[in-house]
């Protein structure tokens, strides 16, 4: 029986597997375990004899129905609430979701098509809702620190930034990387490796990867290596047909669809370029993992992560003129110790014990 001596932690996310902020909902309870007596909520997960509720129905109805539900369950208990969900109240709120308006004008413009999808009428409120209720709010970039501020100005004073971590133990660089010409990957012995890993692919920016890869083999000399980029993640390659066609892009010698890897490492340790031209990311964690492999990052500034990118020498921050960056991939000599260097400090470990202090501010 865990001690009551302990003080307690609540760590709340709705999904419990798949993403980022899953991976750091594990990583924050495995640290605090030693010193808190910790209980994860998540949906479907029991805690205190009940369900969570929140894994049936459409995305809209069971956010709406998570947060009503990790309310009623923790009212009037004792402890510090640690929340990475928008809707939950808590006491410290980790906005690694970034802010639903910013992504929202970004996706639609000055169209109302994102009227029709209850989901964007509704996490804004509960985004808010939460954003009230929490001592602390915690954005994982300045980026969402500044999009806090404009959007949910009142908070300001809450905001504190606690930027992403990695885990060494995972990712490292390594010289002679296994794969990276034949084997199972079947490569050109000289050929331009670029990466690009993610799902939800119209928001990380696939089509735009595509078009890039296509004006970068345009612009070759007669001795210049191909560019082949390599697509891992979930997503529905046959979405991309006709994009494909259009860039004169080939299955197999330019774009490889390989599908959700567990082993991300050995692609990382491969690639000469992970791109990622998303349209917003408060902070990808492919990113950093790619940096921490030696792998130079090309993305937008709509990527919390450019900021641990050294324009030009650890990566590139792409803008509309596609031309410099061309020039960029087929022409900088970016070395890869540099690169490993440049995010050695921003460790896994560093971002949990960055949050167990803020959460013992929380205490009485």
């Known amino acids: 029986m865990a001690s009551r001596s302990k003080p307690i932690a609540y760590i ?11 991976t750091a909902a594990r990583r924050l309870v495995d640290h605090l375990a030693p010193a808190w007596e910790v209980h994860r909520l998540g949906a479907g997960l029991n805690f205190a004899g009940h369900v969570v509720a929140g894994r049936k129905g459409p995305g809209w109805w069971r956010a709406l129905r998570f947060a009503a539900n990790v309310d009623a369950l923790l009212d009037g208990k004792p402890g510090v609430t640690l929340n990475l969900e928008r809707g939950p109240n808590c006491s410290i709120y980790r906005a690694g979701d970034g802010m639903h308006l910013r992504w929202r004008a970004l996706r639609f413009g000055s169209s109302a098509a994102w009227m029709v999808n209850p989901l964007h009428w509704l996490y804004p409120r509960l985004e808010a809702k939460t954003i009230r209720s929490a001592r602390f709010v915690a954005a994982n970039s300045e980026m969402v620190r500044r999009e806090m501020e404009r959007y949910h100005p009142a908070a ?14 995972v990712f490292y660089p390594e010289v002679a990387a296994p794969g990276r010409r034949g084997g199972e990957l079947n490569l050109p012995e000289q050929c331009k490796l670029f990466l ?31 560019g082949v980029l390599l697509v891992v993640g979930k997503g529905r390659p046959e979405q991309f047909k006709s994009t494909l066609r259009r860039l004169n892009l080939e299955l197999e010698l330019h774009v490889r669809f390989l599908g959700p890897q567990t082993d991300l490492r050995r692609f990382y340790q491969a690639a000469d370029i992970f791109i990622l031209p998303t349209l917003y990311d408060p902070f990808s964690n492919a990113c950093l993992e790619a940096m921490a492999c030696g792998c130079p990052v090309m993305t937008t500034a709509n990527n919390g992560a450019a900021e641990v990118i050294e324009h030009g020498r650890t990566g590139y921050i792409l803008d509309d003129d596609p031309r410099d960056a061309i020039h960029w991939c087929r022409t900088a000599a970016v070395h890869p110790a540099e690169v490993v260097e440049s995010v050695s400090g921003w460790t896994a470990a560093r971002e949990t014990k960055a949050f167990a202090a803020l959460m013992e501010e929380c205490l009485p």
């Open 156 to 169: 300001a004073e809450k905001v504190r930034v606690i930027l992403n971590g990695f885990d060494p133990d």
């Open 196 to 226: 690009f890993v993610g799902s939800g692919w119209r928001r990380k920016g696939l089509a735009r990867a595509l078009e890039l890869m296509a004006e970068y083999n345009r612009s070759l000399g007669q001795d210049e290596p191909l």
């Open 12 to 22: 709340v996310r709705r999904q419990c597997s798949g993403g980022g902020a899953e």
